[in-house]
């Protein structure tokens, strides 16, 4: 029998809701983006977004289950990101979750964000079974994660300052290219010289952390102190520093597990130089690599659906005290 799950996800600033079939088949993945409405404070204004998830929730529901072909009476399970993110915009989500697993009796599993974020490569590769080794990098995370089985993982390293997508929105408003910023500086960087301007990378010894603060600053410093600056060779110099950072971290945390399996995940891996480092690398060491659609890779229903439905057969299931959390770890699911 098949089952369908609604996935729901409303942690930053998208509200988005998806019906996603046996865990690995986007029957529909409505993604209504609050970024046009956050873009002239220079990034996610935190209550703006709630009140946003508040009166776009119903609506992206409705075209989600339209969209699939469905009613909500055919929905066998809720999936719900419940943290870590913004609470006021994770209690929007929360609360919609629950009055549909109550209204229609049927399980709710609670996601962590990250782990929604690796479940993407389910639904982009249904070949794709754990254990391999996986870089979240977003907005607010930046891990290397080892996935030992659905829905079980030990984190590797993370950052210890800025997460990669931070760093990413910081430069690209310093110089001038707004929000949000790795897209823009993904852009900008294609008609630049990556060999131009030459910033830090930090690697720690013995330890898979990142650290992008040096590099952060060494390049505001730059756009300071340089009288004429060439934007193209500023964004395509900064990724580069960026992205060797994150592919050899990435390559030494395959080596140390021996998986031969990669995997990106979180919206920095859309990141067009990051697919190509890390594709290049893997191919060199004999490593499968994976990585989702950058539609995808961005917050979505549809990988929170997916990890939901990993959830309910490991028996993760919740109740209707289910509370958003700001700040939880990967590793404690
Ligand atoms: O995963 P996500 O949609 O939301 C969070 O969980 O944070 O990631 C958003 C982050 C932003 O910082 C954005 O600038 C970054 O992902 N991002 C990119 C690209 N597309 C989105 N960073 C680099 N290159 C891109 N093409
Ligand atoms: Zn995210």
């Known amino acids: 029998m098949d089952i369908l799950t609604l996935g729901i996800e409303s942690s930053c600033d998208e509200t ?12 529909s993945n409505v993604i209504s983006s609050q970024i046009e409405s956050h873009k002239e404070f220079g990034g996610v204004v935190p209550e703006l977004a709630s009140r946003m998830h508040v009166q776009n929730v119903i609506q992206v529901i409705d075209n989600a289950l339209i969209t699939a072909g469905c ?43 990250l782990e929604g974020h690796i479940s993407a490569n389910f639904l982009q590769d249904p070949e794709l079974e754990p254990p391999f080794v996986c ?34 929105d910081k430069i690209s408003r310093a110089i001038g290219l707004g929000y949000p910023g790795g897209p823009a500086i993904d852009k900008a960087a294609k008609n630049g010289d990556p060999d131009k301007i030459v910033f830090p990378q930090v690697h720690f010894d013995g330890s898979l952390d990142f650290s992008f603060s040096g590099v952060k600053t060494a390049v505001l410093n730059y756009i300071n102190n340089t009288k004429e600056i060439c934007v193209p060779d500023v964004c395509a110099s900064f990724q580069k520093a960026l992205v060797s950072i994150l592919t050899e971290n990435l390559m ?13 995940a979180g919206g920095v891996a859309a ?42 057969k490991q028996g993760r299931v919740a109740d209707l005290e289910l509370n958003a959390m700001a700040n939880i770890s990967l590793e404690t699911i």
């Open 252 to 264: 030494k945390a395959n080596r140390a597990t021996g998986h031969n399996k990669i995997v990106l």
């Open 71 to 113: 009613k909500l009476e055919d929905i066998d399970q809720i999936g719900v990101t419940f943290g870590p993110g913004l609470i006021g915009a994770l209690l929007v989500g929360v609360s919609a979750a629950k009055s549909l697993a109550y209204k229609l009796k049927v399980p709710l599993c609670p996601v962590h964000h």
């Open 16 to 27: 988005s809701v998806s019906v996603v079939k046996n865990g690995r088949i986007i029957l």
């Open 271 to 312: 990141n067009s130089a990051l697919r190509t480092s890390v594709s290049v690398m893997a191919e060199k060491e004999g490593a499968k690599v994976y990585m989702p659609a950058p539609v995808l890779c961005t917050d979505n229903g549809a990988m929170i659906a997916c990890a939901a439905y990993y959830a309910l």
């Open 135 to 168: 870089l979240v990098a977003s907005g607010g995370h930046s891990h290397i994660v080892e996935c030992i089985d659905y829905g079980k993982f030990k984190i590797l390293g993370q950052t210890r300052d800025d997460a990669a997508g931070e760093a990413f």
